[in-house]
């Protein structure tokens, strides 16, 4: 009892067990409440775990060695189940035969749930690399094949009905390419966030619309809102699409149509309480998406945000709509959790802290300016891309629009350019994940060092920017700097450039 472990004593002759009182107390039972019987374990131990529990038992019994040692999980009286770890000792008399087998219960539930966390996080940390590495290289595919695209448009405006039908489907397959790569950024918590002070509220009732259209006639939309505005601080598109993505899962379970019931709230969070462990203390919002859909399945529920894994049948779904709602919401410092039973619909809830922040400052977007008109200028910049075809692509629009264009493929390439013909740049533009030990911004800085007139544009393949695969939020731009997520077409490509020089027109004197 000092020990707070449970102990067992199994006389083999009698087949008789005796329970410590706090072998009984782990399972939830007073010591009266369960008999000194072999089938009181018996009955308890889960029907998945019996057979092989009875395997190691019956061989150890055979041929002992060493101490006894298995994992197992026990039914509680509450119907819950337990993991207990077992370690036990064979006692023989002195002919060899065995007599007794004496052990210990130690309940070691919650080092299973911490384990199984930790092997989740580190899969879903790794699978996150892997979505943001994948979708690096393959933003700057789509720079090409966008801007490639749109020039070809440009330069063919008397091509014929067919080209141009084919043309376009071209340019609508690249940009939902881009929209699932954007998915995998979410995902992988790899884009950089464009977070500002935002009402809950109000972001669910501006997506109310769209989500009606999203999710049919056939199913009943209700909407509560808390009545007090709920202050948090979070990227209002990234926000949307936790919304659109819990709002068509749920269409999805209720293919007969159904109700789908949208709810805001506040709550205080207390420590633990059943808690997960990124769940921090305080005050929080609370948005909750309930259908009355098929439910899920308990076998499911612990892989419900796993990415691409999808209940449904092949070519219904991608299995990263959850996965990048569940990414989305922990960038943001919140958590998820859900709630469902088999034929009962389900529940899902999004925690997001409640704070009032001020938000750094977004500069908002320019509209697209015309190819051939604003956006094009003589100025002299410097192009620095490892990837030849971006490259390329880069200085040919540049080159078009009437700016003088040098290039580089590397930091140690674009210092000696500026110290050459590159000299008298006025603007440089870079990509952010650059070979040879030093990234966009570090060359950046190092630039600034040496001529503090230039203006910087990165580029970046993680939507939005990041200077490391770990943690592109953490970014911090140089004042003036801007930065140009990829892929990006020739028009936003020119009127990004156009922007920045003539803010350093504006407030700096140009370099002569």
């Known amino acids: 009892q000092a020990s707070n472990v449970g102990l067992w004593d199994w006389e083999l002759a009698s087949n008789r067990v005796r329970y410590s009182r706090e072998w009984k107390a782990q399972l939830g039972y007073e010591e009266h409440e369960l008999q000194d019987e072999l089938s009181e374990w018996e009955s308890r131990v889960h029907p998945e775990d019996l057979p092989r529990t009875w395997a190691k038992v019956k061989g150890y019994l055979a041929a002992p060695g060493g101490p006894y040692e298995t994992e197992f999980r026990l039914r509680h009286k509450s119907g819950s189940w337990r993991w207990i770890y077992v370690r036990a000792e064979l006692l023989c008399d002195p002919g060899g035969r065995p007599m007794r087998f004496l052990g210990c219960h130690v309940d070691i539930t919650e080092r299973r749930l911490l384990e199984e966390q930790l092997r989740h996080a580190q899969r879903m940390e790794a699978i996150g690399q892997l979505a943001g590495g994948v979708a690096h290289d393959f933003n700057n595919l789509l720079t090409v ?74 199913v009943r939309l209700q909407l509560q809102l808390a ?50 462990p990124e769940a921090k203390p305080g005050a929080h919002a ?9 439910g899920i399945a308990a076998e499911h529920l612990p892989h419900i945000f796993e990415p691409f894994f999808t209940t ?129 911004q570090d060359l950046g800085r190092r630039l600034l060092e040496l001529r503090p007139e230039l203006s910087i544009v990165y580029m970046s393949g993680y939507a939005g920017g990041g200077s490391t695969l770990q943690d592109p939020d953490r970014l911090r731009l140089e004042p003036g700097a801007r930065m140009l997520a990829k892929p990006f077409t020739p028009t936003v490509l020119l009127d990004s450039v156009r922007a920045c020089l003539d803010a350093l027109g504006s407030g700096r004197a140009r370099p002569d």
């Open 145 to 218: 094949i966008q801007g490639s695209a749109e020039m070809l448009r440009e330069d063919c405006e008397q091509m014929s009905r067919e080209h141009a039908e084919t043309l376009g489907e071209l340019m609508r397959a690249s940009e939902r390419a881009a929209a699932l790569t954007r998915q995998l950024l979410a995902f992988g918590r790899r884009q950089r966030l464009e977070a500002r002070a935002l009402d809950l509220n109000a972001v669910v009732r501006e997506v109310f619309s769209m989500v009606q259209r999203l999710i049919g006639e056939d």
């Open 227 to 276: 009545p007090e505005p709920l202050a948090i601080h979070a990227d209002p598109g990234l926000l949307e699409q936790v919304l659109v993505n819990l709002a068509v899962n749920a269409r999805d379970a209720m293919q007969g149509g159904g109700q789908l019931q949208v709810m805001t709230s506040q709550v205080e969070l207390s420590p633990g309480n059943g808690h997960p």
């Open 286 to 294: 609370r948005l909750s998406v309930t259908d009355s859909g098929s």
């Open 312 to 440: 449904k049948e092949v070519g219904k779904g991608t299995g990263l709509g959850l996965a990048t709602a569940f990414g989305i919401v922990q960038q943001h410092g919140g958590w998820m959790r859900v709630t469902s039973e088999v034929g009962r619909g389900s529940c899902f809830e999004v925690f997001l802290p409640l704070r009032v922040q001020a938000a750094n400052a977004v500069q908002p977007p320019r509209a697209a300016a015309d190819v051939a008109s604003q956006s094009r200028g003589t100025e002299t910049i410097l192009v620095v891309e490892d990837e030849e075809p971006v490259r390329r692509l880069v200085q040919r629009v540049l080159s078009q629009a009437g700016y003088r264009v040098f290039t580089a493929g590397s930091a140690a390439e674009a210092l000696r350019a500026l110290e050459g013909d590159a000299r008298g740049a006025h603007l440089v533009l870079t990509d952010l994940i650059m070979p040879g030990g030093m990234s966009g």
